[in-house]
């Protein structure tokens, strides 16, 4: 076990993680899968690269887990987040909207479509919890605790603590985005929180692993290149 400091793990990290015996977490901890959803995988509308490669890796890290909660990023039609609602937008450029500056994406997670649902392989059984998350269509929502106005709650700080879970560890998708929030997020909800790099994959938009990395850090988080101990 240890941080990690790369931009992306590196292949015998990777290796580790799919090789070793996984060991068991204490039953006060969680592990949060964040938005392995087909749009977010190779082939999808906002294709994160490489992302189906942390399938295997994720169902082999919940065999550790006695608690497993999926997010799943749940869009309607038009969602201020996707460059198509706005007039001569393209993805990728900013806007402000009542809350601030927000990237445009592609249209990408459409609840009830295909590109919503979650990659085939990934094991549902599980999962105690599914969250979905942005569905209002006027704010997006990275973050598996808050959308991004910063102030509106997904639930799912109350159902954790409500339910005794004082750690959190995640993995999914993207490291610099719904990850990275969704990590801050966890801290200043004063829950011990650790990310699984291996079993993450970034977009890297403008520098924005980089930045991940240092701002998940400052907020306590820690970073790890292979399965806690």
Request: glycine share 8%; charged share 25%; hydrophobic share 40%.
């Amino acid at each position: 076990m240890g941080s990690y400091g790369s931009r992306e793990p590196a292949a015998d990290a990777r290796a580790n993680l799919e090789k070793e015996t996984v060991k068991k977490q204490p039953s006060t901890t969680a592990l949060v899968v964040v938005d392995v959803q087909n749009d977010f995988c190779p082939g999808g509308r906002l294709a994160v690269p490489d992302g189906d490669a942390v399938v295997p890796m994720i169902n082999k890290a919940m065999d550790a887990f006695d608690h497993v909660v999926l997010t799943q990023d749940w869009h309607c039609a038009g969602h201020h987040s996707f460059a198509s609602a706005h007039a001569g937008m393209e993805p990728y450029q900013a806007v402000d909207l009542h809350y601030g500056s927000q990237t445009l994406w592609p249209d990408h997670c459409v609840g009830g479509t295909k590109g919503a649902d979650f990659h085939r392989d990934l094991r549902q059984d599980r999962s105690e919890l599914v969250l979905r998350k942005g569905f209002r269509i006027g704010i997006d929502s990275y973050s598996a605790f808050y959308e991004n106005d910063r102030t509106t709650p997904t639930g799912l700080s109350g159902y954790l603590r409500e339910r005794g879970f004082k750690r959190v560890v995640l993995c999914g998708l993207a490291t610099d985005f719904c990850v990275r929030y969704s990590a801050i997020d966890a801290r200043k909800e004063a829950f011990a929180c650790e990310v699984l790099l291996p079993a993450c994959r970034g977009i890297d938009l403008e520098g924005s692993m980089a930045a991940a990395v240092v701002m998940m850090r400052a907020a306590g988080v820690l970073l790890l290149e292979a399965m806690p101990a």
